[in-house]
């Protein structure tokens, strides 16, 4: 496959001419939310913790021989219909589409991850939300990060937020760009100007076949649960429950497959094989 070029796509031509509508009563009971009666901030935060704790952040499709489509419908019925999650640019995106539909005003933004050296990934990178509620406040959301806050931020805010997922702070750079600190660590630099879902192909093609990229190299299924969170990585099975965290080697083939459909409501019926460890086998 060749890499997409991103300059075959303009941003100012980038969205759909017309919105896609999902269903949106059958989104809202597959994360277990009420709809709301007003796109507003208190709505917006019971969404956003909702979804964490039913979507779960998973890069199965790459070891699955899945294609990824950056398509609104494709990926709603991924994550609606087949009751499977996503990575960033999949799981941002359906909360978009069901954010709209339910009255926000919803802009796609790009981010560039910061790793424990400092050093910035790619343009494109990562996928975030702004959305503006009926009260025109303004608040990033993110629910394809894994590990992050648990509700929304409020963009415009420079203060400490605290969030049952850490400190977090919203700060601007001097060339205008924004960076999201979790307990005084840098996250992701976000770039504020709106992007169309197409900008995302290059980002989302470079995490799905690089070597550089930690994606094809290792298996992640990950869900916010009411006491922490579970994991699953490879064989790996990691709880972490009111701070303790537990680490247990699955037994079997069965027994894994039993955890994607226990724990995170995948029925999978063969396993994924890690993509890169497929390619070296092969060569």
């Not at 509508?21 to 019971?46: K, S």
């Not at 978009?96 to 009255?103: D, I, N, T």
């Not at 931020?153 to 969030?163: K, S, V």
Request: proline share 6%.
């Amino acid at each position: 496959m060749d890499a997409p070029d991103p300059t075959d796509s303009d941003p100012t031509d980038s969205a759909p001419a017309a919105p896609f509508l999902p269903d949106v009563d059958a989104y809202l009971a597959r994360i277990g939310a009420r709809r709301p009666v007003r796109a507003d901030a208190a709505a917006l935060r019971e969404l956003h913790v909702r979804h964490l704790l039913s979507v779960p952040f998973e890069n199965l499709s790459i070891h699955l021989g899945e294609d990824i489509v950056l398509d609104e419908k494709a990926l709603v019925d991924k994550v609606v219909g087949d009751r499977r999650g996503g990575f960033c640019y999949e799981i941002n995106t359906t909360f978009a589409v069901l954010l709209r539909a339910l009255g926000y005003r919803v802009s796609l933004l790009q981010a560039r991850v910061v790793d424990p050296e400092g050093r910035l990934g790619i343009p494109y990178d990562h996928m975030a939300l702004l959305v503006e509620t009926a009260d025109e406040e303004r608040w990033l959301a993110d629910v394809g990060f894994g590990d992050h806050s648990h509700y929304p931020l409020a963009l415009d805010g420079r203060g400490d937020q605290e969030d049952p997922g850490g400190r977090f702070r919203v700060q601007e750079l001097a060339d205008g760009d924004l960076e999201v600190l979790r307990d005084g660590k840098p996250q992701y630099r976000l770039e504020v100007r709106p992007r169309g879902l197409a900008d995302f192909t290059a980002g989302a093609w470079y995490h799905r076949t690089s070597p550089d990229s930690h994606f094809p190299r290792s298996l992640i299924c990950s869900l916010l649960t009411e006491e922490g969170r579970i994991t699953l990585s490879g064989r790996k099975l990691i709880t972490r429950t009111h701070g303790e965290r537990v680490e247990r080697v699955l037994d079997g083939d069965e027994e894994v497959r039993g955890a994607y459909r226990e724990l995170f409501g995948i029925v999978l019926d063969e396993l994924p094989v890690v993509a890169h460890d497929a390619v070296e086998r092969n060569r």
